[in-house]
């Protein structure tokens, strides 16, 4: 089917690297996610980020993000179980936005259970290793065979971040803003996404190696509504070692 192929969960398994952990499933085997740890402390980030921002993104936005999904993984298990149709469809909404995956529902009613535990709360969990502290590395520009690839893609570093930033303070709203692998043509290019969408949402072979969080609790208690400044900054925490060992991962 159609959506089966938009969910590319071959695609999502590279980028999330397992940080989407299962906490439980139930006897259809439904697996709920738990809030993933991070790697460095909430303050570790400035001055690019705030420690008050960090701390207030991981244990307030994302702990939502999970408790709703979860509970509406609950609420879709029982209609499943039901065999209502309806439930499902209306449920989609909140596991969409709240898990980041658009066709989870639909899946599990199928009975494609793989397809379907493959999305989960995945924007914020990409997000979170996306970003390093300066004295580890973050900031660091690319080298190796990613380097080269946005050399040839996007004319030089500069100008993808020029472009990135470009992209991320045009987008109406909130969304993200992504640097993705097409790893059937093998090229990068910048996408955005609405709300909660997930990078697989704009194709089944883009592979998701770094992105940017624009919505304002993203920022705002520090950049106030300047957003550009926002995305200016946080090029000097940007993780560039994992985006590389997505890219060589996925092409190998």
């Given at each position: 089917?159609?959506?089966?192929?938009?969910?590319?969960?071959?695609?999502?398994?590279?980028?999330?690297?397992?940080?989407?952990?299962?906490?439980?499933?139930?006897?259809?085997?439904?697996?709920?996610?738990?809030?993933?740890?991070?790697?460095?402390?909430?303050?570790?980030?400035e001055p690019a980020i705030s420690g008050e921002i960090m701390r207030l993104h991981h244990q307030k936005?994302?702990?939502?993000?999970?408790?709703?999904?979860?509970?509406?993984?609950?609420?879709?298990?029982?209609?499943?179980?039901?065999?209502?149709?309806?439930?499902?469809?209306?449920?989609?909404?909140?596991?969409?936005?709240?898990?980041?995956?658009?066709?989870?529902?639909?899946?599990?009613?199928?009975?494609?259970?793989?397809?379907?535990?493959?999305?989960?709360?995945?924007?914020?969990?990409?997000?979170?290793?996306?970003?390093?502290?300066?004295?580890?590395?973050?900031?660091?520009?690319?080298?190796?065979?990613?380097?080269?690839?946005i050399d040839e893609d996007f004319g030089s570093f500069e100008a993808l971040v020029k472009k990135m930033?470009?992209?991320?303070?045009?987008?109406?709203?909130?969304?993200?803003?992504?640097?993705?692998?097409?790893?059937?043509?093998?090229?990068?290019?910048?996408?955005?996404?609405?709300?909660?969408?997930?990078?697989?949402?704009?194709?089944?072979?883009?592979?998701?190696?770094?992105?940017?969080?624009?919505?304002?609790?993203?920022?705002?208690?520090?950049?106030?509504?300047?957003?550009?400044?926002?995305?200016?900054?946080?090029?000097?925490?940007?993780?560039?070692?994992?985006?590389?060992?997505?890219?060589?991962?996925?092409?190998?």
């Amino acid at each position: 089917m159609a959506l089966r192929t938009l969910a590319s969960k071959k695609a999502l398994s590279f980028a999330l690297g397992g940080a989407a952990r299962p906490l439980a499933a139930s006897a259809r085997g439904v697996a709920t996610v738990t809030l993933p740890d991070l790697s460095y402390d909430f303050g570790a980030l400035e001055p690019a980020i705030s420690g008050e921002i960090m701390r207030l993104h991981h244990q307030k936005h994302h702990a939502t993000y999970v408790a709703n999904y979860n509970k509406a993984l609950e609420q879709l298990d029982a209609a499943v179980a039901k065999g209502d149709a309806s439930a499902v469809v209306q449920l989609q909404g909140a596991i969409k936005f709240n898990g980041g995956g658009e066709y989870r529902a639909l899946f599990i009613f199928w009975g494609d259970l793989d397809g379907a535990n493959s999305m989960g709360h995945v924007n914020h969990s990409i997000f979170w290793k996306n970003l390093k502290p300066i004295s580890e590395g973050g900031g660091e520009p690319p080298h190796g065979k990613l380097g080269w690839a946005i050399d040839e893609d996007f004319g030089s570093f500069e100008a993808l971040v020029k472009k990135m930033n470009a992209e991320g303070a045009a987008l109406q709203g909130s969304g993200w803003v992504w640097l993705a692998l097409d790893k059937e043509a093998k090229r990068l290019s910048v996408e955005t996404t609405a709300n909660q969408d997930p990078l697989v949402t704009k194709g089944a072979s883009l592979v998701p190696l770094l992105g940017i969080d624009v919505w304002e609790h993203a920022y705002y208690l520090q950049y106030k509504n300047v957003r550009p400044d926002y995305l200016n900054n946080i090029w000097k925490v940007m993780n560039w070692k994992y985006a590389g060992e997505v890219y060589e991962n996925v092409l190998a």
